[in-house]
């Protein structure tokens, strides 16, 4: 390690590591560098600060604010059209809607462009995976009680769900969709 290149130098002597004199510091071109101003030139003109110099942003929104009322109402209209124009049921242009976060035309466009890549993707099918079995009573699939076929509801795939279940269900995705909204606003 000989060379004038060496990272490493060992001495015991204090001096060639502290030199007591002050010397200019220089960069590898053997020119000064301020260290001092950090890369930033020095303002000539005046230090004071004056708001007038900034350039004031307008931060204010134009938005609309909907009652709960027009909200349904709109909501409605939306799941009429894509009822109409999908020939679905209610239940599955809502699916749809949430889905697309109520975009009817991109509900439209995605669905006339690949009906079956978009029935996949929201889990509507158009047949019951699920049959229904002749008996008078039918097996909820989440609580597994035994129930009437007249008190029990069925999603897109087919399986039965009991009433009580259903509900905590649907609320259970209502408090979902409204912490989405609050969380937007």
Known sequence: MNSEYDLCYVSDDYDEYYNEEDEEVTNMNGEDDNYDDYGYEEDEGSDDYSAEDDELVDTTWNCTVWSEDDIRRRQ????TEICNGLLVSRVSATILLYHYKWNVTKVLDDWFANEENVRM????????V???PDAMKLICAICFD???????????????????CWKGYISSIRRVVLQEILLFQ
Not at 76 to 79: C, N, P, Q
Not at 146 to 164: A, D, L
């Open 76 to 79: 409605e209209k939306d799941i």
């Open 121 to 128: 993707t929201v889990g509507l099918l158009e047949k019951p």
């Open 130 to 132: 699920v049959g229904y």
């Open 146 to 164: 035994k129930f009437r076929r007249r008190n029990m509801y069925t999603v897109s795939c087919g399986h039965p769900f009991c009433s009580s």
